[in-house]
């Protein structure tokens, strides 16, 4: 177990780096992934790393394809990832799998619907942005500029699906996991995700050049929130959107 874990370490270290050269990751992103990575391939093994693999690597992807398409909305999410992002997104499937060594359930599963939700969710914000047309908040049916939580396009949905099944397959390919229920984990957990992004998720504002954001900093100028419950950020709501995929699979 303790010479698994430092392969896994050492292995998880040069994946970050590289991830960081690659400016995916910034030097916090990159702890939080080497630390992650460790605990999922260490404790886990390769069948629990690969669809965190798919989660990865297809986010990463889809972000540069987008940044590669058009320079604007960058300062939305920032362009490199950091521990608290990086935490969001994946640190209640980290969390899964330390459950599993410490118990004897088969959590697999709800490991699986955790990442198919967040990837889902990831999915739907890069293909909606780049392919989508105008989003509409999904409460009000309001239009709102491109990348707003809580705003839907079909595009978007389309991107849902398809990030879920992606989950979904590379769980059944490497382990017995039952497609449709992760699928169906993943799209709601997204459904889930931009419910919350247009109801409790914070809304602030640029006292400088008056411009709405989610940034909690914009012209150099703490924003000031306008609307939505304190506290309650876009790292908040993925953290939600994945323990909604993971609680679906356990119930379903
Ligand atoms: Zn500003």
Redesign the pocket.
């Known amino acids: 177990m303790f010479q698994s874990i430092l392969a896994a370490l050492a292995i998880s270290g040069i994946f970050a780096a590289v991830s960081y050269r690659l400016r995916i990751l910034n030097l916090s992103g990159s702890i939080a992934t080497t630390a992650l990575g460790t605990i999922i391939l260490g404790l886990g093994g390769w069948v629990w790393i690969i669809p965190m693999l798919a989660f990865f690597l297809s986010a990463s992807l889809l972000s540069i394809a987008r940044k590669w398409r058009s320079g604007e909305i960058e300062e939305a999410k920032g362009s490199r990832r950091d521990a608290v992002q990086v935490l969001a997104n994946g640190g209640l499937a980290g969390a899964v799998v330390l459950a599993q060594s410490f118990t004897k359930g088969d959590l697999y599963p709800v490991y699986l619907g955790v990442l198919a939700a967040v990837n889902a969710d990831t999915w739907s914000t890069e293909i909606g942005v780049m392919l989508g047309r105008k989003p509409r908040n999904v409460i009000s049916g309001r239009l709102v500029p491109a990348g707003t939580s809580g705003g839907a396009t079909l595009m978007g949905l389309f991107g849902a699906v398809l990030g879920a099944i992606l989950i979904a397959v590379v769980g059944e390919m490497v382990a017995t996991a039952s497609l449709p229920v992760i699928a169906m984990a993943g799209i709601f957990g997204s459904v889930f995700d931009s419910l919350l992004g247009a109801t409790v998720q914070e809304k602030r504002r640029?006292?400088?050049?008056?411009?709405d954001?989610e940034m909690p900093r914009?012209?150099d100028?703490r924003?000031e929130r306008i609307d939505g419950v304190p506290g309650v950020n876009n790292d908040v709501v993925n953290l939600l959107c994945g323990a909604m995929g993971g609680l679906i699979t356990l119930f379903a």
């Open positions: 640029c006292p400088v050049c008056r411009k954001t914009h012209c100028q924003t």
